[in-house]
């Protein structure tokens, strides 16, 4: 959206808030109802700023905008929730009352259920703040897989998606995650899309510790909807020279039995496992030699190699992934929601919302994400780095 709509929205937003609830405390909370006004006027001048690209010759005062802003973005999606709680609950008590004649002392619940609103707004915005900040915890998951060979029993998969390297997410906050990995003793570490929400230029430094990241058989990256926003090709080419593999629509096979004594070539094969990679489900928008497509990422993989993972941000390229036979997927993208009330609208676009779900004969995970995107703020959807583990079917 252009910036002068959504300053013009946002405006009317912030005064919908306002007289919905400060006539209500003008009475009884008038040192409150002084503090809500100055709140309200900090937030519907700033909530724009980190869309409108600002910059200052000082770039930490630029990021301390953008801070700001995003904070106010995160307090006032809760005001606003709560006001329109607020108001259908007030309908609700006005249509019992007409019905069943009952009296109620309206200016005390007026009062009352005003004051309550930023009060609550604020304590969640605090509560999601704290789990937003903190290292994401290590989820674990096993995923049976029919038919699984015994030298890839155990086999683990460290995940990390939807970082969103930006303005409130720098190197130090991607050093902790990295460390925590490294304590895993994974694998192969996959990363599945929106890692950054910038150029290169700009968040070269912050993105430098991924570099460390250690597997068994290194780490492999899939582009999500974000890299493009922020420049694909330049990220491609800095992620390589990170010493990370990118998967353009393509696979690797990776063996995970040496080829020793008298195994022979379709033993050692029939225990490898084809790991691919899919482009974002929206790449061709932005590059149509980009176009996702989890077939072309099996071409030439070996026939023998029958357990395929595959790497695509999005969950919606589950159905032609199942269609080409992989027995696993894993993506994010939907951040299990973030919080409310953007989980609700999730399931209108993605056909999960985040864990293990099966799609005909293929696993889905599906991330909530290991940052997170816009306020820095997750309420009932908490971060992950997910550890998976490879399992024969029962």
Same mark, same amino acid.
């Given at each position: 959206?252009?910036?002068?709509? =959504?300053?013009?929205?946002?405006? =009317?937003?912030?005064?919908?808030?306002?007289?919905?609830?400060?006539?209500?405390?003008?009475?009884?909370?008038?040192?409150?109802t002084?503090?809500? *006004?100055?709140a309200?006027?900090?937030?519907?001048?700033?909530?724009? !700023?980190?869309?409108?690209?600002?910059?200052?010759?000082?770039?930490?005062?630029?990021?301390?905008?953008?801070?700001?802003? $995003? =904070?106010?973005?995160?307090?006032?999606?809760s005001?606003?929730?709560?006001t329109l709680v607020?108001?259908?609950? !007030? $309908?609700?008590t006005?249509?019992?009352?007409?019905?069943?004649?009952?009296?109620?002392?309206? &200016?005390?619940? +007026?009062?009352?259920?005003?004051?309550?609103?930023?009060?609550?707004?604020?304590?969640?915005?605090?509560?999601?703040?704290?789990?937003?900040?903190?290292?994401?915890?290590?989820?674990?998951?096993?995923?049976?897989?029919?038919?699984?060979?015994?030298?890839?029993?155990?086999?683990?998969?460290?995940?990390?998606?939807d970082?969103?390297?930006?303005?409130?997410? @720098?190197?130090?906050?991607?050093?902790?995650i990295?460390?925590a *990995?490294?304590?895993?003793g994974?694998?192969m570490?996959?990363?599945?899309?929106?890692?950054?929400d910038?150029?290169?230029?700009?968040?070269?430094? %912050?993105?430098?510790? +991924?570099?460390g990241?250690?597997?068994? %058989?290194?780490?492999?990256?899939?582009?999500?909807?974000?890299?493009?926003?922020?420049?694909?090709?330049?990220?491609?080419?800095?992620?390589?020279? $990170?010493?990370?593999?990118?998967? +353009?629509n393509?696979?690797? *096979?990776?063996?995970?039995?040496?080829?020793k004594?008298?195994?022979?070539?379709?033993?050692?094969?029939?225990s490898?496992?084809?790991?691919?990679g899919?482009?974002?489900y929206?790449?061709?928008?932005?590059?149509?030699? %980009?176009?996702?497509?989890?077939?072309?990422a099996?071409?030439?993989?070996?026939?023998?190699?029958?357990?395929?993972?595959?790497?695509?941000?999005?969950?919606?390229?589950?159905?032609?992934?199942?269609?080409?036979g992989?027995?696993?997927?894993?993506?994010?993208?939907?951040?299990?929601?973030?919080f409310?009330?953007?989980?609700?609208?999730?399931? =209108?676009?993605?056909?999960?919302t985040?864990? !293990? %779900?099966?799609?005909?004969?293929?696993?889905v995970?599906?991330?909530?994400?290991?940052?997170?995107?816009?306020? &820095?703020?997750?309420?009932?959807? &908490?971060?992950?780095?997910?550890? !998976? @583990?490879?399992?024969?079917?029962?």
């Open positions: 959206m252009p910036l002068r709509p =959504l300053i013009a929205l946002t405006t =009317l937003l912030h005064a919908y808030i306002g007289l919905r609830l400060l006539p209500a405390l003008a009475g009884s909370w008038a040192g409150w002084v503090l809500l *006004v100055i309200l006027v900090i937030s519907a001048a700033t909530m724009p !700023l980190p869309f409108a690209g600002r910059r200052t010759d000082a770039r930490r005062i630029g990021d301390g905008w953008k801070w700001i802003g $995003l =904070l106010s973005m995160g307090w006032f999606s005001m606003f929730v709560l607020r108001d259908a609950g !007030l $309908l609700i006005w249509a019992v009352t007409l019905v069943s004649g009952w009296g109620i002392d309206w &200016p005390r619940w +007026l009062s009352k259920s005003a004051g309550a609103v930023p009060v609550l707004a604020t304590a969640i915005t605090t509560i999601g703040f704290l789990n937003a900040r903190r290292t994401a915890s290590v989820v674990h998951v096993d995923v049976p897989i029919r038919d699984l060979p015994a030298a890839l029993a155990g086999f683990t998969i460290a995940q990390l998606s970082i969103h390297v930006g303005p409130t997410i @720098r190197r130090g906050y991607i050093q902790r990295v460390d *990995v490294n304590g895993l994974a694998d570490v996959a990363i599945t899309g929106d890692l950054v910038g150029t290169v230029p700009e968040l070269r430094d %912050h993105i430098a510790p +991924l570099q990241l250690r597997a068994k %058989h290194g780490t492999f990256v899939v582009t999500g909807n974000h890299e493009y926003y922020a420049g694909a090709h330049a990220w491609i080419d800095e992620l390589r020279r $990170l010493g990370l593999r990118v998967l +353009l393509e696979h690797v *096979v990776l063996q995970t039995r040496s080829v004594g008298a195994q022979t070539d379709e033993e050692v094969l029939e490898a496992l084809v790991v691919a899919v482009t974002d929206t790449a061709a928008h932005f590059d149509a030699a %980009h176009a996702s497509d989890p077939q072309q099996l071409d030439g993989a070996p026939p023998m190699v029958h357990t395929r993972v595959l790497l695509a941000h999005q969950p919606r390229s589950a159905p032609a992934a199942a269609e080409a992989y027995q696993l997927q894993l993506s994010g993208h939907t951040h299990g929601g973030q409310f009330p953007w989980n609700l609208f999730v399931p =209108l676009q993605q056909p999960f985040a864990g !293990l %779900h099966k799609l005909k004969e293929m696993w995970y599906t991330s909530r994400g290991t940052g997170y995107w816009g306020p &820095p703020k997750r309420i009932g959807a &908490p971060s992950e780095i997910t550890l !998976l @583990r490879l399992v024969q079917e029962s």
